[in-house]
């Protein structure tokens, strides 16, 4: 089962949508409230290049935002689902 972490602020429309999107696919996600200043630093420590939220990761390995999500989301949805077929090589 892949591990999914969302970084989210309360105030945060897309964070909304993409913790939306976890519920209706019905994935378990870690979310991590970011809306302090102290909160925001410890993601900063974790994501350096993040400027933004949400920030999704699956397995530790950042996807990126709600637009990443949506752009991607045939795959991400295999690769949450554990459908993506094996590589070949």
Request: aromatic content about 8%; hydrophobic content about 40%.
């Amino acid at each position: 089962m892949v591990h999914v972490e969302i970084y989210t602020k309360t105030t945060c429309t897309f964070c909304a949508k993409a913790k939306a999107w976890f519920l209706e696919h019905d994935i378990a996600y870690m979310e991590h409230d970011v809306s302090t200043a102290d909160a925001f630093s410890e993601m900063k420590r974790r994501l350096p290049e993040a400027r933004t939220v949400p920030q999704i990761l699956m397995d530790g390995h950042l996807i990126g935002g709600y637009d990443t999500l949506m752009q991607y989301e045939k795959p991400i949805l295999e690769r949450l689902r554990g459908t993506t077929a094996p590589a070949t090589g």
